[in-house]
Every structure is written in C-alpha cells, then in structure tokens.
C-alpha cells in the first residue's frame, strides 16, 4: 500500500544503471531536533528523503522501490502530524537503517498512547494516522521514556527489493 504523489524530478523511476539500493549493511542513525521548530512535517520528510538518497533507497530504479520511499515519507508525516496533534509537538525524529530495516522514531512529552481508531471508518475524514502506519510498516510500537515523562513512537519498514 502506498501513495501517489507527483515526483521530484530525481525520484522518476528507472535511473541509468538500475542497480538495487545499496541499503547500509551496518546501523546508520540520523537524528533532528524538532523542538520549537516551524514548518515541522515538511522538514521531517526533507530530513528523512535525504537520508533515503544517501543510503540508495532513492532515486529509485523501480515503481517497488519507489512506492517504499513513498512509504517511508508518508509514514514520517503520520508520525510526527501525530505528535503535534496530540503531544504539543514531537522532540526529535531519528531515522536509522540497519540492513533491509528502515527505522523511524519519534520522541515527544506526551502521555497518550497512538492506537488505530477501531473500527476504522474509511469514509470519515480525519482519524487515519495509524490505521496507515499499521497496513505500511512491519511493525509499530511505543516505549515510554525512563522517567515516566513522554514516549518514543517507532515504526520499522522494510527496505525495497
């Protein structure tokens, strides 16, 4: 499941070569500081895309791979539009790969916990966060911060084939 969208003029499918990503074989990490910040989800994808160019998953040579980064900056937006809807704002994202998993977290100071709205009403406006990080992602969780204040939302992809 992924999104259409128009493409940046590097993200047009097959490049000269068409070789596979070279997905990093060893944990790469990056982080972004969020607080305070302005214009939050367009620098967190910005911030996630490079990171998807550096680490070979774009430009992508197949309509796979592309929809996997597409994935992956949909699933950024979900993530941290959540944090802003319902914890004041995300802390930090951080976005690490380590062989075909691609990682996202995001840190904030809230106290709720994200769940898919149940049942899930396709039709309604609104409400469709992380019904859409459950259908893209491998896997999705939360792990409360040591000292009872906030949490880390995360959510692992796989790496396109």
């Known amino acids: 499941m992924s999104t259409t969208?128009?493409?940046s003029p590097g993200d047009r499918g097959p490049e000269a070569g068409g070789a596979s990503p070279a997905v990093p074989a060893t944990g790469q990490v990056r982080r972004?500081?969020?607080k305070g910040a302005s214009g939050i989800v367009p620098s967190a994808r910005d911030f996630t895309r490079q990171a998807l160019y550096d680490w070979g998953w774009l430009p992508a040579a197949t309509g796979d791979?592309?929809?996997a980064a597409e994935d992956v900056l949909l699933v950024v937006s979900?993530?941290?539009?959540?944090?802003?809807?319902?914890?004041?704002?995300?802390e930090e994202l951080r976005v690490g790969c380590a062989g075909k998993v691609l990682r996202l977290e995001v840190v904030d100071l809230g106290s709720g916990s994200p769940a898919p709205r149940t049942p899930h009403r396709a039709g309604r406006p609104g409400g469709h966060g992380m019904f859409?990080?459950?259908r893209l992602c491998?896997?999705?969780?939360?792990?409360?911060n040591t000292d009872g204040v906030g949490k880390t939302v995360w959510a692992e992809l796989?790496?396109?084939?």
């Open 78 to 90: 979900e993530l941290v539009t959540n944090a802003c809807l319902h914890a004041d704002g995300p």
């Open 138 to 144: 491998l896997d999705w969780g939360v792990v409360r």
């Open 65 to 67: 791979q592309r929809a």
């Open 132 to 134: 859409i990080v459950q």
């Open 5 to 7: 969208r128009p493409y």
């Open 32 to 34: 972004l500081d969020l």
């Open 158 to 161: 796989a790496a396109p084939a």
